[in-house]
């Protein structure tokens, strides 16, 4: 009972992180991550606590810190703001 218990525990760990593993190899190529079998062997070792980093990781990769501009909306270019910091001067 205990071994038919722990068969069936496995594979369904195997069928839930194996799938996750292979979103996580796809998506890390698809985007240009370094080692993209790396981060699927730790997201299927590790569970959910490697996919929490890979989407950590992943996160931290991708955003581009530097175009941001505190001081424009989303949308709008550099340009509209120094237009306006000259309509407000003269």
């Known amino acids: ?7 069936i525990l496995a594979a369904i760990y195997t069928v839930i992180f194996g799938s996750l593993s292979l979103i996580v ?8 991550m370094d080692g993209p079998a790396k981060w699927a062997g730790f997201v299927f070792i590790t569970g959910g606590v490697g996919l929490l980093l890979y989407l950590s990781e992943k996160d931290s990769e991708v955003a581009d810190v530097d175009e941001a501009d505190p001081f424009s909306l989303p949308g709008s270019t550099p340009n509209d703001h120094q237009k306006r910091d000259r309509d407000s001067d003269g």
Do not use: I
């Open 25 to 32: 190899y796809w998506d890390s190529n698809r985007t240009g």
């Open 1 to 7: 009972m205990l071994w038919s218990t722990l068969a």
